[in-house]
């Protein structure tokens, strides 16, 4: 018994995932992601996670993910934040490939209770956006990064300057010349930045 799931923020970053889960690009259309999941860390400190909405027209990269099923509440507790989407599975094509993915293919979407825009007191955490730019990266390139910035919303949201202390639990370290390309391209962007506190 396994679980199918589409990744397509942190969850695309195979360095956050358990080992050995059979990860193949894609892209699912009708969808676009926002920076709206909303709440607190371990550590107290307020956050802004990804999240998507239903959107025609658009399509978003990322991963469809395959593990046991008994990796289930381990899953379910990391994405406590978001409800899921089930049956999305019509709108999923692997790279290259032009039939649907599985039927019981399903993503996280925020649940109603956290489902609101960032703010200076739940900004983006810059490890946590590092996290997920490198794994676009990894897969597609430089292109990976520029496709998930143009088709991410919430950019008016601040970013947490965290890189040299991360405060996203699932950080990954960077080359130098990754954090060059990633803080590079999002000057385009126009972000945002604040310190951290304490």
Known sequence: MTITYFGYGSLVNIDTIPPGAEITPGRLTGWVREWKVCGEGADGQGRCALTVREAEGSEIWG???REPLTRLAELEERERRYL???SVGTAFRCDGEKLP????????RAAPEHN???????PILQSYLDCVLAGYFRIWGEAGIDHFLNTTDGWHVPVLKDR????????VALGPELVE???DKLKAVGLTYIGPKG
Not at 101 to 108: C, H, Q, S, V
């Open 101 to 108: 993915g599985p039927a019981d293919l399903f993503l996280f």
């Open 116 to 122: 609101r825009w960032g703010t200076h007191s739940h």
């Open 181 to 183: 390309l990633i803080d």
């Open 164 to 171: 040299e202390g991360p405060r996203y639990p699932r950080a």
């Open 84 to 86: 899921k989407v089930a």
């Open 63 to 65: 991963v469809m993910a």
